[in-house]
């Protein structure tokens, strides 16, 4: 049927036709056509089916709601949305678990935590069991808010039913354990994920982040190296998270040795592995050996580019280089800026204000 395959407008055909042969259409023809508007997002088909419904003396089901309710909720009408619910408790036609989904889902895109919380309490109330999705929805949204309890609890009910767990929500939940400083319960949470391949590196890189944004140096490596030895890849976020790290410490040998590594294992640098090495020497007082160790790098004439994951910023922030070239290229009257011009231009910035110029 066309309704069934999200063409609302063919549809509308059918039953017009059905009209004008006075076939009287069903429960079933009206609520596949409502359900058709909404996910073609027309809420106003939506609600001119459901009132043609309603004229012609058909009650509407639950199906029937529930179409209506997805069309809002894409539409981000969540008061009318609200409303159809409502409608349904007064009419006795109680939301069945896809409603209560769509509903929950609606408010978290919306990020309308605490509707998408009370709605998943009248689940609860109704007996109905959320699915992976739905954990995954309120793991985000409680996140997005800082709600680290709610969050836990609800990645830790994935876990008990064995869902998958989404990159989007393990990147909130990360950002939220970040956001608190909380990098102990992060790395817990972590590996309680069992590794999963997830985003790529995504979950090897947070350990690796957990221990570099404590300076944990020692928990560090040795998570490297289960790494390596998990024959997992790495990427330039996870040289970064490292590489970061040691440039606060001024670990500066560590750093010659990273660089070796990335080599080794064919990741191309970028400007923050650039600037992790800028930032190091500067800050041990050791600039006159800056120019051997950039020298390995090979990128004096490379354009800089930033390829690691954004999350390891709302760690460590940016470095002194990194901030001083994004000022620089914005007050540039061309973004096409090699690496030489920018040290050059930073370091001349360093030696006229007798200080970093960040």
């Known amino acids: 049927m066309a ?6 407008h063919a549809a509308q055909g059918v039953f017009d036709g059905m009209e004008a042969m006075q076939v009287r259409p069903s429960v079933v023809g009206f609520s596949a056509l409502v359900q058709s508007y909404a996910e073609s997002g027309e809420v106003e088909g939506a609600q001119s089916a459901m009132k043609r419904m ?3 003396g058909i009650q509407p089901n639950v199906v029937t709601y529930g179409g209506l309710i997805r069309a809002y909720g894409k539409r981000g009408l969540f008061d009318e949305m609200a409303k159809v619910v409502n409608t349904m408790k007064t009419v006795r036609c109680e939301p069945d678990f896809f409603v209560y989904k769509n509903v929950i889902e609606a408010y978290a895109s919306g990020g309308l935590v605490g509707r998408m919380d009370k709605a998943f309490k009248a689940m609860r109330a109704d007996g109905w069991i959320p699915d992976s999705d739905i954990l995954n929805l309120l793991a985000q949204g409680y996140a997005s808010m800082g709600m680290i309890k709610e969050m836990e609890g609800a990645q830790g009910e994935l876990r008990r039913i064995k869902g998958w767990p989404r990159e989007e929500s393990v990147r909130a939940c990360a950002l939220a354990y970040i956001r608190h400083n909380q990098f102990y319960q992060m790395e817990g949470f972590v590996k309680s994920l069992g590794m999963k391949r997830i985003g790529g590196n995504l979950l090897w890189n947070l350990l690796l982040l957990a221990h570099a944004a404590n300076f944990s140096m020692k928990s560090l490596q040795r998570e490297a190296v289960n790494m390596w030895s998990a024959r997992c890849a790495p990427d330039v976020t996870t040289f970064n998270i490292r590489a970061l790290a040691l440039s606060r410490m001024q670990m500066l040998w560590d750093l010659h040795v990273l660089v070796q590594h990335m080599r080794a294992e064919s990741v191309r640098p970028d400007l923050v592995t650039y600037g992790a090495l ?12 800056l120019p051997e160790q950039l020298d390995e790098l090979d990128m004096a004439d490379t354009i800089p580019d930033v390829r690691t994951d954004p999350l390891v910023f709302q760690a460590f922030g ?30 001349d910035a360093r030696r006229t204000s007798g200080t970093s110029p960040v």
Do not use: E
């Open 278 to 289: 800028v930032d190091a020497y500067a800050i041990a007082r050791l600039l006159p050996r």
């Open 54 to 56: 309603l004229d012609t």
């Open 318 to 347: 940016r470095g002194r280089f990194h901030a001083f070239c994004d000022a620089y290229v914005r007050s540039s009257s061309t973004t096409l800026v090699n690496y030489s011009t920018l040290t050059t231009a930073y370091l």
């Open 3 to 8: 309704s069934k395959a999200g063409q609302p």
